[in-house]
């Protein structure tokens, strides 16, 4: 029974933002080791938007950094504002040598998606991939691709 539910939890990812954890570190650690132990996946949303302290990125056991949208969306002409570049470069880089995966936020443009690229960024999510869907609607669309209809 209890390897059922890890391999049900093993294909759902918990976002978690980081001002929510670190408002209580500790207790975050408890509940997030608790609810890695079940085979949940985790997620450190809007990374490097709060007051965290790169020493405790150790303490949590996240599979995903996602870089939020307001570093993305500073553009300019070439797609990422320059001063944006180091900075997902570096959280880019951060997430390799940890061994966690990488989502760009709030990507809108296909410049963004190049020059994320480009930053050997792994995944994006936002308008220029496509509107948000409902369940349904996500349903129904995978089933048009699968049957060609």
């Known amino acids: 029974m209890v390897s059922d539910h890890r391999?049900?939890?093993?294909?759902?990812?918990?976002?978690?933002?980081?001002?929510?954890?670190?408002?209580?570190p500790e207790h975050s650690a408890y509940v997030l080791n608790a609810l890695r132990a079940l085979g949940l996946r985790l997620a450190l949303?809007?990374?490097g938007t709060g007051h965290s302290?790169?020493?405790?990125?150790?303490?949590?056991?996240?599979?995903?950094?996602k870089i939020p949208a307001t570093f993305v969306q500073q553009t300019d002409d070439s797609g990422l504002a320059h001063t944006q570049v180091p900075i997902i470069r570096s959280i880019v880089t951060l997430a390799s040598e940890l061994d966690l995966s990488v989502i760009?936020?709030?990507v809108e443009t296909i410049e963004e998606v190049e020059r994320l690229q480009q930053l050997n960024c792994q995944y994006a999510q936002g308008?220029?991939?496509g509107a948000a869907m409902t369940g349904p609607e996500i349903t129904k669309r995978l089933q048009s691709q699968l049957t060609g209809r």
Do not use: C, W
């Open 53 to 65: 302290s790169l020493s405790y990125l150790h303490r949590f056991p996240f599979d995903t950094i």
């Open 104 to 106: 760009a936020e709030g």
């Open 45 to 47: 949303d809007d990374f």
């Open 7 to 24: 391999q049900i939890a093993r294909h759902l990812k918990l976002e978690i933002t980081e001002s929510q954890v670190m408002s209580n």
């Open 127 to 129: 308008f220029a991939f």
